[in-house]
């Protein structure tokens, strides 16, 4: 990656909020290092996330080789992010980000499902971004990616994976509204249950 193309989102103060689990459920945390980050794809203006956030994730026994995972709304608080326009951009989640971590013959996949509200530095309204995760290959839609994002399955000794997406960067968005933007969270996933480690 082209270091000069890099704008970091130094000095980012994250706070996490505990949530009530369930009687089955397992306390997780995906932490993110510091190959998590978003690029435009039309300018390749890339923006890094801080290195160290920590995500709490509730996983819960669906099935046999089958987890839903469930990240509460109010479980992430981000400190503005800045943008390479120079404006400060504020995320939250609108509601929970759901998905499943399902052990295949090729190991063990994830996807999950977020929807997201942004709000630019002097904007009146958030907007909205509906993300879908994968540690598959992202599908392009039609967006014009330059090259469809892969990701990388969980490593169940290490917790390590990639989950990747694809969307369209919407109208009144701080940075070059209307381009495909992939987005790449890399980390690891602490205490799973034991039944997804210890096979």
């Known amino acids: 990656m082209d270091r000069d193309r890099v704008v970091r989102a130094g000095g980012a103060c994250v706070v996490f909020v505990a949530t009530l ?29 801080p290195a160290g956030i920590e995500i709490p994730v509730r996983v819960e026994t669906v099935a046999t080789s089958e987890w839903a995972l469930t990240i509460d709304a109010g479980s992430l608080r981000l400190a503005p992010i800045e943008y390479p ?7 939250r989640l609108a509601g929970p980000a759901r998905g499943r971590l399902v052990r295949g013959e090729e190991g063990l996949s994830c996807t999950l499902h ?9 904007n009146p309204s958030d907007i909205r971004f509906d993300v879908s995760f994968t540690t598959e290959r992202a599908e392009r ?27 369209t960067n919407p109208a009144g968005a701080a ?8 987005v790449i969270l890399s980390g690891r996933l ?3 249950p034991q039944e997804v480690v210890g096979r």
């Open 175 to 182: 940075t070059a509204p209307g381009q495909p933007v992939s």
């Open 114 to 122: 977020a929807t997201f509200l942004a709000r630019v530095e002097g």
């Open 21 to 49: 689990l369930s009687v089955d459920a397992t306390a997780a945390t995906l932490q993110l290092d510091s190959y998590s980050h978003f690029v435009f794809e039309g300018s390749r203006q890339v923006v890094t996330l």
């Open 141 to 167: 839609r039609n967006i014009g990616l330059v090259a469809e994002p892969e990701g990388v399955r969980l490593d169940p000794a290490s917790g390590s994976l990639q989950l990747v997406a694809a969307v």
């Open 85 to 91: 326009s120079g404006r400060a951009v504020k995320w």
């Open 190 to 192: 602490h205490g799973l």
